[in-house]
Nanobody
Framework: VQLQASGGGLAQAGGSLTLSCATS????????TAWFRQAPGKEREFVAL???????YYAESMKGRFTISRDNAKNTVNLQINNLKPEDTAVYYC????????????????WGQGTLVTVSS
């Protein structure tokens, strides 16, 4: 399974950004895809996940401004971030798991390379 994250960049606070995770390979062997983020000097933080079939699930602190969705035609999993805040500045990673889904990064054995989001105030 291969994942490639894209869509990051410099954005203004209050704006929106959509990240994309292109998936390929034996994705049918995975339970779903998640997004994590890691700010400088901080641990990797769970944002949201979407099962191959089923409803999205969000970290409690991410509910409201983040939307995860799946585009099966394009084999992508997208993460839309609305009302961007400077504290959203981080490297965003997508990950997939054949072991189960959850908020813990160690569940996921497949990772994309990350895409940097920088939010200016």
């Amino acid at each position: 399974v291969q994942l490639q994250a894209s869509g990051g960049g410099l954005a203004q606070a209050g704006g929106s950004l959509t990240l994309s995770c292109a998936t390929s390979g034996r994705t049918s062997s995975t339970y779903g895809t998640a997004w994590f983020r890691q700010a400088p000097g901080k641990e990797r933080e769970f944002v949201a996940l979407i099962p191959r079939s089923g409803s999205p699930y969000y970290a409690e602190s991410m509910k409201g401004r983040f939307t995860i969705s799946r585009d099966n035609a394009k084999n992508t999993v997208n993460l839309q971030i609305n009302n961007l805040k400077p504290e959203d500045t981080a490297v965003y990673y997508c990950a997939a798991s054949g072991r189960g889904l959850g908020e813990v990064p160690t569940l996921y054995e497949y990772w994309g390379q990350g895409t940097l989001v920088t939010v200016s105030s």
